[in-house]
């Protein structure tokens, strides 16, 4: 069984559209108002038998779907500042959440269950689950916390601080002056075009520079260090082992570019 609602409203002229639906196929996609900041909250009932999701923008809004026939959830905001969580879904659903915040300045945040974010445009919070996410700053000044498991994280245009949290990252800060920290695990950071921070910390990590005048540093752990194209700074940390060359790219990069 499964329950679902629909709300079309006027407002001064203008049609605000808000749903939440799910396809044949069992993916539910959300669809915030485009015209009003939105809070939307997938979580569980009581029995956690049910995806439950609730948005509060123009007005309040919950639908319910029976997990047993649920395989993906799409979350999408709107034009606005919207808020975007995910809570105690726990894996019930097995391929990552997909969330898209579009414009405005957005807080995404994830649980348990692995996600797909990505902010578009504007200055972005986004915070991983304890799973393997995906995400993308993408435009504006983003701040970006992978959280625990091996994520993939991109910064692109704008200034942007990523922080990978536990696990073997891949950071790309790309466009912009962005300060991307590996933090534990093992972790492989590049910091592309503008003046970058990058910081290894605990594991033995990859740190390359790419273009602009940047600043590397290892940490602890056995650390390979190039700082590409520009003046840089270098410091492995001294552990036996550390790689250190200003003006090298390892092939992985030479090949990106």
Do not use: C, H, K
């Amino acid at each position: 069984m499964r329950y679902a609602s629909l709300n079309v409203e006027g407002l001064e002229s203008r049609i605000l559209f808000s749903s939440a639906s799910m396809s044949v196929l069992g993916a539910v996609r959300v669809v915030g108002d485009a015209d009003f900041a939105n809070v939307i909250t997938a979580t569980v009932n009581e029995d956690a038998s049910q995806l439950v999701i609730e948005i509060s923008g123009g007005s309040f809004r919950t639908y319910r779907f029976d997990f047993a026939e649920v395989t993906s959830l799409t979350i999408r905001g709107g034009r606005l500042n919207d808020q975007i969580s995910i809570s105690e879904i726990n894996g019930a659903i097995n391929q990552r959440i997909t969330i898209l915040g579009l414009a405005g300045d957005d807080l995404i945040q994830g649980d348990v269950s692995p996600i797909i974010a990505d902010g578009g445009v504007g200055d972005d919070e986004i915070f991983g689950s304890v799973g393997d996410d995906v995400i993308r700053g993408w435009l504006g000044d983003d701040y970006v916390e992978g959280g625990e498991g091996n994520d993939t994280l991109r910064g692109n245009s704008g200034n942007d601080t990523i922080l990978g949290g536990e696990g073997d990252d891949l950071i790309f800060g790309n466009a912009g002056d962005e300060e991307l920290y590996g933090d534990e695990g093992n972790d492989t950071i590049y910091g592309g075009r503008g003046d970058d921070l990058l910081v290894g910390d605990d594991g033995d990590d990859q740190l390359v520079g790419g273009w602009g005048d940047d600043e590397l540093l290892g940490g602890s752990g056995v650390d390979e260090l190039y700082g590409g194209r520009g003046t840089d700074s270098l410091d492995a940390g001294g552990d036996a082992g550390d790689v250190e060359e200003e003006d090298l790219y390892p092939a992985w990069i030479r090949n990106r570019e």
